[in-house]
């Protein structure tokens, strides 16, 4: 980069107030800043796009070895829920080798029960809540249209 001193600066303003002249070296000046700072917010943000970039790259560098570390971990759980339930098939067959004879000598298992949903019957549930809660926590019973209900909430007329 380069090294500017202070003798250097001044040297340079004294070139310039000679050959620009003192009417137009503020506004020569004045430019001058305003190119500088654009050069400076143009290099800084360069920077910080540079810098964006390079913590994507670790980002995902990091997210494939979550990834991969997740993988690792789902293959570990599953090979050792396959050697368990291996090893419970086996008991089971042991056990069921056994004890055949009480499902007779053909060896038929009952089906497993099917799952039934509790239909509960939510209008019966609202029904059975008691009036008085009902009235103190402001449950509408009844329905009411848009004009009755402007109607109830309209401040009353005064007429003098």
Not at 58 to 69: D, P
Request: glycine share 8%; no cysteine.
């Amino acid at each position: 980069m380069l090294d500017f001193g202070f003798d250097k600066l001044a040297l340079i303003g004294a070139v310039a107030l000679v050959f620009i002249g003192p009417e137009k070296l503020p506004r020569v000046a004045r430019t001058v800043g305003t190119l500088l700072g654009k050069a400076q917010r143009y290099v800084a943000d360069v920077k910080a796009e540079v810098n964006r970039s390079i913590e994507l790259e670790e980002l995902q560098k990091m997210k494939t070895q979550f990834e991969t570390a997740a993988r690792d971990v789902e293959q570990t759980v599953r090979e050792t829920v396959d050697s368990t339930e291996q090893a419970v098939q086996g008991t089971l067959r042991e056990l069921s080798g056994e004890s055949s004879s009480s499902y007779g000598s053909s060896g038929y298992e009952p089906p497993p029960p099917v799952y039934r949903h509790p239909r509960k019957n939510w209008r019966l549930k609202r029904g059975a809540t008691p009036l008085w809660y009902k009235q103190h926590n402001g449950v509408r019973r009844h329905t009411q249209s848009g004009a009755a209900r402007v109607a109830r909430f309209r401040p009353p007329s005064r007429t003098v």
